[in-house]
């Protein structure tokens, strides 16, 4: 694992007696060596030339890093790519969009080739806890970590998958693992060019992967991005430490026992002490013994930051959170300051000794009264700044997780009492609280930050030698008549002493209240809307269904049907999508897509429903793009009753059909040319067996034909037997033929028998015939029986005495001599002729 690092060396915390103060750059970072040297003096010599600089928590928060600044504000919000990368790792809770260590792309989708896009994502350098929250792109997603793809592409996203099938999956390493990754190197072990090695485990890095699957109307734009909300690396807890003065199981020379952590003090407890990962030294101190951090005060600060603080939508939460990805590339101090900011602490070194002071101070420790100030010595009082230097509003930022960790204004924090009294002025200051992604948190920050602002008291002068033991950060109390103070706390800056032990002691005004927080003071916050912005879903605008007929070419009515309508103009509209279901059990009986939308917005649906029968319907837009539309509500209709010219017009119908089948076997009796020439000029085939017997007719005379015909290939495969007899005597011809055949081709199959008989003179003729069909039609199967002639007689010849047929069917009637009917389904009933008349609207009978 590369690391890049700015190195804090052991010797800083190691310094020498020194003035003592609240500021820990000179000592705590650049070490006694420096302090030591002409400008370290000048630095100590010019924290006690202003006094007042750096006092408050607004100055302190306000003083910037310099120049020399060695990292970017605000959270890492676009990937990095190269290995010149600083090591990073977290705590807290915070977000990154890491780095990138590998992509490539596999597979097929269809006709799509490489249609797999995978995307490896390291996220820090440390091992982490738990699972990582997710942004794709703009929106925060939902990975179904309980549904596994079993090919090991990792997890799906649900807001990625459409129709059932997923297109996006991710798949997390904590950073833990010893191997590499089985998945990357089964598609990219042995590519050609970048090889995903065996050696490519990342040890100690917790990475992500993603794949996603080719679909352009999903990746609009291009291949997704994302942003992981990772969680914190393990910290040692002071107070969890039974052997330094808390209770528990952690041990600082054991990291298995630490637990993951967004206490401010405890993230900068280890920070000083140095963060390890094994034996290697990764960031912050070097070795640093527990004694130089005193677990009582480390322990009260990290209590403090876990105190619960009341809400003003109910509930509670802590009182001070931190969450942030440290980078190698940071000087460790720039980073304490930012965490100590995030908690209103206050951060002094003594002597070596490292404490923290987190929020109110406590109580006073040590007092005294005008008598005990050394007169013969020097002193200053600043009642109150320049105006310039005067603060009365603070406006602050903070990463927002709710609007993708994007740095976010909180509400500004204004008093019009504070500038009545600096003469109407609005004297703001900006705070950047880049570790605390808590809204409510950064409103307490603020309040605190402009009242301790307002206490701007400051004295310096000599204490005797009883107040050798302050130390900064300690509350003292002052009752002074010259001042008119009455037991007033004062928190010590800073402290020297002299070679006669007196003591040089900087003291600011405080005021415990300043950080009293009620749900009151919670000021309303807002979150901007982040993500994909789509329109919403198009609903069926002005949905109609009514009853109608479909017609024959005649124009008499044919069959129920149902006519749906739909509002006209509307733009980005291709089809109209329908579905029709019965009333009665809710079934759908008819569902189609390829209604082409346009004038005049109303179609009849062909389709089989029957007359008289309750349906709903209902239906809605297909657009040109990939946009949402909406069904309509179902809405009720009752099919027509078509009555006796529905049955009449369907027989039509059907008997339309037979009559094309018979056309094409009677254009056998009449072709020319050879079927097998036919067929293989149709379909281009060559090779195929058949035979043919006869003799040929000039004017008179008889022949027989028999033909066998077995052709086979790619594309039609058939077998048929043709038999015809002939005979001519002048004008007066007949002839006959018996045809059978079985084909099958990509689009059905036929089996058929045919008897054709043909006879007559010159040009005058009558043709007869009978078939018995099935057929496959893409997967339809029909069976059927089909006479052609004038008359069809139905007799029973056992009885020879009877010379009545039972049925005769003539010039489209059916005559019955006898009918002996169970029941009868039928839409009109003429008796009498005519006299006596039954249908659908009753019985009529006429006079006469």
Not at 201 to 226: E, H, L, Q
Request: aromatic share 10%; proline share 6%.
């Amino acid at each position: 694992m590369k690391f890049s690092k700015w190195l804090l060396a052991s010797t800083a915390f190691f310094a020498a007696a020194t003035p003592v103060h609240a500021e820990p750059v000179t000592i705590a970072l650049f070490g006694a060596a420096f302090a030591a040297t002409i400008p370290g003096q000048i630095v100590s010599l010019a924290l006690f030339g202003a006094v007042n600089y750096g006092l408050s928590l607004v100055s302190k928060a306000l003083k910037k890093n310099g120049d020399d600044a060695t990292r970017d504000p605000g959270t890492s919000l676009t990937v990095q790519m190269g290995d010149d990368q600083p090591v990073s790792f977290t705590g807290g809770s915070t977000a990154t969009a890491g780095k990138r260590k590998y992509s490539g792309t596999w597979g097929n989708d269809g006709k799509t080739p490489n249609a797999y896009l995978v995307d490896v994502i390291e996220l820090g350098n440390m091992p982490t806890s738990g699972t990582p929250g997710v942004w794709v792109n703009d929106d925060r997603v939902t990975v179904l970590w309980a549904e596994p793809e079993p090919g090991g592409l990792g997890f799906p996203v649900l807001e990625y998958r459409r129709g059932g099938t997923d297109y996006l999956w991710i798949r997390f390493a904590d950073g833990t693992q010893t191997v590499a990754d089985p998945y990357l190197r089964d598609k990219f072990g042995l590519h050609p060019e970048r090889p995903f090695t065996s050696t490519m485990i990342g040890r100690g890095c917790p990475y992500a992967v993603m794949t996603a699957r080719y679909n352009r109307d999903i990746y609009i734009n291009g291949a997704p991005s994302f942003l992981f909300e990772t969680g914190s690396v393990r910290f040692y807890d002071v107070r969890k430490d039974s052997t330094n003065g808390g209770s528990g199981a952690h041990r600082w020379a054991d990291p298995a026992t630490w637990e993951p952590s967004n206490n401010n003090a405890v993230l900068i407890y280890n920070i000083i002490r140095g963060v390890y990962y094994g034996d290697e030294w990764v960031y912050g101190g070097q070795d640093l013994p527990a004694f130089r951090l005193p677990s009582s005060n480390w322990i009260a600060a990290a209590n403090e930051c876990d105190a619960l603080v009341n809400l003003s939508a109910g509930g509670t939460e802590k009182a001070y959170r931190a969450g942030y990805e440290f980078r190698g590339n940071e000087r460790p101090i720039e980073a304490i300051d930012k965490l100590r900011k995030g908690c209103n602490g206050r951060l002094a070194e003594v002597g070596g000794i490292f404490k923290l002071l987190v929020g109110a101070p406590g109580a006073a420790v040590y007092s005294f009264t005008d008598d005990d100030i050394l007169v013969t010595e020097g002193q200053t009082f600043t009642p109150f700044p320049t105006l310039v230097d005067t603060v009365n509003a603070v406006e602050a930022t903070y990463p927002e997780p709710a609007a993708k960790w994007a740095t976010k204004d909180a509400p500004a924090r204004y008093s019009d009492v504070m500038e009545i009294e600096d003469d109407d002025n609005r004297l703001p200051a900006g705070i950047a609280f880049e570790t605390s992604p808590y809204a409510n948190q950064v409103q307490r920050l603020m309040l605190a930050a402009v009242q301790d602002a307002r206490r701007f008291r400051t004295h310096q002068f000599h204490l005797p030698p009883d107040a050798y033991a302050l130390e900064p950060n300690d509350v003292v109390a002052w009752t002074s008549d010259r001042n008119g103070y009455e037991n007033k706390k004062f928190l010590v800056t800073s402290i020297v002493g002299a070679r006669t032990f007196n003591q040089l002691v900087t003291f600011k005004e405080i005021d415990p209240s300043d950080y009293d927080w009620d749900t009151d003071f919670e000021l309303p916050t807002s979150d901007g809307w982040i993500g994909t912005i789509t329109p919403p879903p198009q609903p069926m605008y002005g949905w109609q269904v009514e009853p109608d007929v479909l017609k024959d070419a005649a124009g008499d009515p044919w069959r129920p049907t149902i006519r749906v309508s739909a509002s006209p103009d509307q733009d980005d509209v291709e089809f109209v999508w329908v579905q029709v279901r019965l009333a009665a059990d809710l079934s759908i009986v008819f569902d189609s897509s390829s209604t082409r939308y346009g004038s005049p917005f109303s179609w009849l649906l062909n389709a089989n429903f029957k007359g008289n029968t309750d349906y709903q319907a209902r239906g809605k837009f297909i657009p040109f793009s990939n946009r949402e539309t909406e069904w309509s509500e179902w809405l009720p209709v009752t099919t027509p009753y078509v009555a006796a010219s529905e049955l009449i017009a369907d027989l039509a119908h059907i008997g339309q059909d037979v009559k094309e089948v018979f056309k094409d076997l009677y254009d056998t009796m009449s072709r020319t040319e050879s079927l097998l020439v036919q067929i293989q000029q149709n379909y281009q085939i060559t090779s195929s067996v058949s035979q043919s017997i006869g003799r040929k007719l000039e004017v008179s005379g008889a022949s027989f034909s028999e033909q066998v015909l077995v052709l086979s290939s790619d594309v039609v495969n058939i077998a048929e037997q043709t038999t015809e007899l002939s005979a001519q005597l002048g004008e007066n011809f007949a002839n006959g033929l018996i045809k059978f055949e079985a084909s099958a081709d990509p689009e059905g199959a036929l089996a058929q028998v045919a008897i054709l008989v043909r006879a007559g003179d010159g040009d005058s003729f009558l043709n007869s015939g009978l078939y018995i069909r099935v057929v496959n039609d893409a997967g339809t199967l029909t069976s059927e029986i089909a006479l052609d002639a004038q008359r069809v007689v139905f007799i029973d010849g056992s009885d020879p005495s009877n010379k009545t047929p039972a049925i005769v069917f003539e010039g489209g009637t059916a005559k019955l001599a006898v009918a002996d009917i169970g029941s009868v389904r039928t839409a009109d009933i003429s008796l009498g002729n005519g006299k006596v008349q039954i249908n659908a609207t009753g019985i009529t009978v006429k006079s006469g």
